[in-house]
T-cell receptor, first 111, second 113 residues
Framework: GESVGLHLPTLSVQEGDNSIINCAYS??????FIWYKQESGKGPQFIIDIRSNMDKRQGQRVTVLLNKTVKHLSLQIAATQPGDSAVYFC??????????FGAGTTVTVRA | DVKVTQSSRYLVKRTGEKVFLECVQDMDHENMFWYRQDPGLGLRLIYF???????EKGDIPEGYSVSREKKERFSLILESASTNQTSMYLC????????????FGSGTRLTVV
């Protein structure tokens, strides 16, 4: 079946630098995408979402970019902080409206 | 603050026991989901429900069943726990329709010995 995946399982970032987390999705019919953050011992928390009629959406220190041509999604975190250390998941929402999740990227922030 | 509450954070059960994992949401959401999360495998859907008393199998339903007698509560049942069911279990809920994200609970880490 079709699935959502992330390019890298781990990412190490210097505190204060910008982070970029990538995700490739395979279902061209998906029209809604979400990024989740999961801290150790907690459930995933919503960060930001984007619909397919947009190619960019900004939140507080986070930006999601959507490239439908190559079916690619990315999450950019500005000025990465120690509290940003977590596992980040992308999710896609195809027409059957169950979300499909990638395996996650573990972000570690170096002091 | 809206939330999804899972009754236990940690559980240790013996092989062969019947195990109940409870999930309650206070957002009046129609949809509820049970996932398990294992290292390297991500989130895998076990069962979901779109309404009271209805249920649908997800990708890995074997060894599990569910119950949804009330809109706010969705229970996952391990009929006879086995060691390969040791995992983190996550409950989630969402509004009916397309284009809504999930709200997750904090998870239950189940160990079967």
């Amino acid at each position: 079946g079709e699935s959502v995946g992330l390019h890298l399982p781990t990412l190490s970032v210097q505190e204060g630098d910008n982070s970029i987390i990538n995700c490739a999705y395979s279902n061209s019919a998906s029209d809604y995408f979400i990024w989740y953050k999961q801290e150790s011992g907690k459930g995933p928390q919503f960060i930001i979402d984007i619909r397919s009629n947009m190619d960019k959406r900004q939140g507080q220190r986070v930006t999601v970019l959507l490239n439908k041509t190559v079916k690619h999604l990315s999450l950019q975190i500005a000025a990465t902080q120690p509290g940003d250390s977590a596992v980040y998941f992308c999710a896609e929402n195809p027409p059957d409206y169950k979300l499909s999740f990638g395996a996650g990227t573990t972000v570690t922030v170096r002091a | 603050d809206v939330k999804v509450t899972q009754s236990s954070r940690y559980l240790v059960k013996r092989t062969g026991e019947k195990v109940f994992l409870e999930c309650v949401q206070d957002m009046d959401h129609e949809n509820m989901f049970w996932y398990r999360q294992d290292p390297g495998l991500g989130l895998r859907l076990i069962y979901f429900s779109y309404d009271v008393k209805m249920k649908e199998k997800g990708d890995i339903p074997e060894g599990y069943s569910v119950s949804r007698e009330k809109k706010e509560r969705f229970s996952l049942i391990l009929e006879s726990a086995s060691t390969n069911q040791t995992s983190m279990y996550l409950c989630a809920s969402s509004s009916r329709g397309h284009g809504y994200g999930y709200t997750f609970g904090s998870g239950t880490r189940l160990t079967v010995v």
